[in-house]
T-cell receptor, first 113, second 116 residues
Framework: SQQGEEDPQALSIQEGENATMNCSYK?????LQWYRQNSGRGLVHLIL?????REKHSGRLRVTLDTSKKSSSLLITASRAADTASYFC?????????????FGKGTLLTVNP | GAVVSQHPSWVICKSGTSVKIECRSL??????MFWYRQFPKQSLMLMAT?????????EQGVEKDKFLINHASLTLSTLTVTSAHPEDSSFYIC????????????FGDGTRLSIL
């Protein structure tokens, strides 16, 4: 079953605006990962945040993790049309099979030029 | 680095045909590879976990005789859809993982399978 649940399911913004996507999960985790998927393509790994980390940055991406609330957020700043894609969070559960991830349903982000 | 190549990217074939999809890690050794299926506008559904040199572990509801997985080397895993039928039409994606703690999965570009 899908553990991660992203919201919103769809988000439409203008170029230059910030985009925030949220993810909730149910069990204890080793880490949480965010991926991007362009239409008809495979997934691209964006950021991995470990359970003992609270915030991580990579370029225009900022990820937060709140293990007490079992939630994470992905912030994309100064968005570009090329950021248009589906974004998935995925959790690596504590005690689970090695490397096995559970993916959320995803957020479809549309950045309008 | 960490590139995964998946081939073919697109295949159309007749019902009853068997189709083989290859997943190769080009610049790293993938001790574990995963096979997913994705329906339009939906998330990834894990089909099976493939470890080099051992039998694949299939998720509940996935027919192992229907979806044959072979992981003969640290850089190659194959998925064979046997006697494919129209309901097997889907987008299949593989990923590979390096050994070690907190490693992300690296994905191929997917294979769109259409069974007529």
């Amino acid at each position: 079953s899908q553990q991660g649940e992203e919201d919103p399911q769809a988000l439409s913004i203008q170029e230059g605006e910030n985009a925030t996507m949220n993810c909730s999960y149910k069990t204890s985790i080793n880490n949480l990962q965010w991926y991007r998927q362009n239409s008809g393509r495979g997934l691209v790994h964006l950021i991995l945040i470990r359970s003992n980390e609270r915030e991580k940055h990579s370029g225009r991406l900022r990820v937060t993790l709140d293990t007490s609330k079992k939630s994470s957020s992905l912030l994309i700043t100064a968005s570009r049309a090329a950021d248009t894609a589906s974004y998935f969070c995925a959790t690596d559960a504590t005690g689970g099979s090695n490397y096995k991830l559970t993916f959320g349903k995803g957020t479809l982000l549309t950045v309008n030029p | 680095g960490a590139v995964v190549s998946q081939h073919p990217s697109w295949v159309i074939c007749k019902s009853g045909t068997s189709v083989k999809i290859e997943c190769r890690s080009l610049d790293f050794q993938a001790t574990t590879m995963f096979w997913y299926r994705q329906f339009p506008k939906q998330s990834l559904m894990l089909m099976a976990t493939s470890n080099e040199g051992s039998k694949a572990t299939y998720e509940q509801g996935v027919e192992k005789d229907k979806f044959l997985i072979n992981h003969a080397s640290l850089t190659l895993s194959t998925l064979t859809v046997t006697s494919a039928h129209p309901e097997d039409s889907s987008f299949y994606i593989c990923s590979g993982v390096r050994q070690g703690a907190n490693q992300p999965q690296h994905f191929g570009d997917g294979t769109r399978l259409s069974i007529l």
